[in-house]
C-alpha cells in the first residue's frame, strides 16, 4: 500500500529519490497497473512521473519519438502514427484505461498478456532511460531493471507491420496477441505474446523466411504455452501459427500495394 507519493519536477530528482530509497520505491506513471489486481503494488513509497514533461510525440529525420508518460488514448488519436501500433491500442477496450495509461507503464508492466509490445517488438522499439543510455525494447524485456524510462523511439515506424489480438471476447482474456513487420534487408519481424510466458521475438522462425501453412507449422513448434481457461495447448499453438502466417501475408500484400 502506498503510504509516501513524491512528485518530482526533473529526471534528476526523480533518479535521486530513487537511489535514495532503492527497493522501497516504485515509478508511479498513470496508475492503471499500480493501483489495480492482479498487477497491486505492495511497495509504500511512489515516485511520479507526472511532472517530467515526457508527455510528447515528435518526429526526428523519419524516426517517431515517443515520450514515456504519453498516454494512449492521445497517442492513438494522434496523426500519422503507425496503424499497426494504433490497432494495437484499440485492443484496450476500455477508453478509460486508455486516457490513463501511458506507454511507458505499459512497457514497464511486462504483463504476460500486453497487446502493445508485440507490436513494439516487431517494429524494433528502443527505449531510452533517465541516465541517458538507449537499449532495444527486446534487451530491455530479456533481462528487465528497474530503471526510469524517458522514451520511446521507432526509427522505421511505417515499415509494413500487422497486428493482432485473439480473445474470447473484446474485454475477455487474450489468447494471443501476434505482430508481424518486414524489414527491407533482413525478413520478417514476428513476435507474440500471451502464449510464450513474456513478449518475445521468434528469431529461430524468421530466420527461415517461410510462409503459408510451412509457416504455421513453424510457429506451432516453436511456442510451448499451457493449458488453462483461455484454451489448450494444442489450440494455442495452432490459433498462433494461423494469426501469424495471415499477418505476414497481409504485410507482403501491403508492401507489394505500397511499390
Same mark, same amino acid.
Given at each position: ?15 535521486e529519490?530513487?537511489?535514495r530509497?532503492r527497493?522501497d520505491?516504485?515509478?508511479f ?6 493501483n489495480a489486481?492482479?498487477?497491486?503494488t505492495g ?13 510528447w510525440?515528435?518526429?526526428d529525420?523519419?524516426?517517431?519519438r ?13 496523426r500519422?502514427?503507425?496503424? &499497426? #501500433?494504433?490497432?494495437?491500442i484499440g =485492443?484496450?477496450?476500455?477508453?478509460? *484505461?486508455r486516457?490513463? %495509461?501511458? @506507454?511507458?507503464?505499459e512497457?514497464?508492466?511486462?504483463q ?5 509490445l508485440p507490436?513494439?517488438? &516487431? #517494429?524494433?522499439?528502443?527505449?531510452? =532511460?533517465?541516465d541517458?543510455?538507449? *537499449?532495444?525494447l527486446e %534487451?530491455? @524485456?530479456a533481462?528487465?531493471?528497474?530503471r ?12 509494413s ?11 475477455? *482474456?487474450?489468447?494471443v ?15 507474440v ?6 513478449a ?5 522462425v524468421?530466420?527461415?523466411?517461410l ?11 516453436a511456442i510451448f504455452?499451457?493449458d488453462?481457461?483461455?484454451?489448450s ?7 498462433t ?8 501475408a497481409?504485410?507482403l500484400?501491403?508492401?507489394e500495394?505500397?511499390?
Amino acid at each position: 500500500m502506498i503510504e509516501q507519493f513524491f512528485r518530482p519536477d526533473s529526471v534528476d530528482q526523480a533518479l535521486e529519490l530513487k537511489r535514495r530509497y532503492r527497493d522501497d520505491a516504485v515509478w508511479f506513471a498513470g496508475g492503471s497497473k499500480l493501483n489495480a489486481t492482479p498487477s497491486r503494488t505492495g511497495k509504500q513509497i511512489a515516485i511520479s512521473l507526472q511532472d517530467l514533461e515526457l508527455d510528447w510525440i515528435d518526429w526526428d529525420n523519419g524516426a517517431l519519438r515517443i515520450g514515456a508518460m504519453t498516454r494512449l488514448q492521445p497517442l492513438h488519436d494522434a496523426r500519422y502514427l503507425p496503424a &499497426a #501500433l494504433r490497432d494495437a491500442i484499440g =485492443f484496450i477496450y476500455s477508453r478509460h *484505461l486508455r486516457n490513463q %495509461s501511458t @506507454l511507458g507503464g505499459e512497457i514497464a508492466a511486462q504483463q504476460e498478456e500486453s497487446v502493445l509490445l508485440p507490436v513494439l517488438l &516487431a #517494429l524494433d522499439a528502443q527505449l531510452v =532511460f533517465g541516465d541517458g543510455e538507449t *537499449l532495444s525494447l527486446e %534487451s530491455y @524485456l530479456a533481462d528487465p531493471c528497474d530503471r526510469l524510462l524517458t522514451e520511446i523511439i521507432i526509427k522505421d515506424p511505417f515499415r509494413s507491420c500487422a497486428t493482432r489480438k485473439v480473445s474470447r471476447s473484446q474485454a475477455g *482474456l487474450t489468447v494471443v496477441t501476434a505482430a508481424v513487420a518486414l524489414t527491407e534487408h533482413s525478413g520478417p519481424c514476428i513476435a507474440v505474446d500471451g502464449v510464450t510466458g513474456k513478449a518475445q521475438r521468434l528469431r529461430d522462425v524468421e530466420i527461415r523466411r517461410l510462409e503459408g501453412a510451412e509457416l504455421e507449422k513453424a510457429i506451432a513448434g516453436a511456442i510451448f504455452p499451457q493449458d488453462d481457461i483461455r484454451g489448450s495447448a494444442a489450440y494455442k499453438r495452432y490459433i498462433t501459427g494461423v494469426v501469424v502466417a495471415d499477418l505476414y501475408a497481409d504485410c507482403l500484400m501491403s508492401g507489394e500495394e505500397v511499390v
